[in-house]
């Protein structure tokens, strides 16, 4: 079983601190792991350490610039960390939006008009 693997079964029984820590494992193998640094950035993100889930989702972005929705997910986690206008999170929710999340395109619609 893979770290990655590991991880996402330790999620699953709501061991998110443990699926963190081997996520970081797993991009210690591979810092191009795009999928491993999302999965930690929603770990970090359920933990409420909102800033490292950002650097995460940032990360992601770089690998894949096409990642609708790091973008939604970074939208929603600057909302919660930075809580301040203008609303910094709308340029990630239209950029999820454009990309073709439709969950974005929501937050969009209803938080940016």
Known sequence: MTFYQRAMTKKNIGDINGAVFDLTNAIKFNPEYEEAYYARALGK??????????????????????????????????????????????????????????KACEYYNNQCR
């Open 45 to 102: 993100s359920v933990n409420e350490n909102y800033w490292d889930a950002i650097i995460d989702l940032n990360k992601v972005i770089d690998l894949n610039p096409n990642n609708a929705k790091a973008y939604t997910l970074r939208g929603m986690t600057k909302k919660i960390y930075l809580n301040q206008n203008p609303n910094p999170e709308c340029s990630d929710y239209k950029k999820g939006c454009d990309l073709g999340d439709s």
